[in-house]
């Protein structure tokens, strides 16, 4: 057995989802591409990974100089595991 819907409900509801994408394309921009979007993000986590890695070479090296680890590093930098 299949569910019916009649059309006119059918009709409702692509007016519905076509009005909330028409607010959320308005809130990322009218000529904002999804695809533009995720790729600038991705860019960007990319840059953070590597300045946390090249951060955190900096401070093994620190840990190596003051003969402690890097967990006592963070510890007195105020560092937090999220």
Known sequence: MHATTSAKK???Y????QAEIDVLQKRIGEDESAEAIVSRHINLLHRYNEAKDATQLLIGRLAAS?????????????????
């Open 14 to 17: 692509i007016d519905r989802l």
């Open 66 to 82: 003051k003969e402690t680890t890097v967990r006592q590093i963070h510890n007195d930098m105020d560092l937090l595991d999220d």
């Open 10 to 12: 059918q009709k409702e």
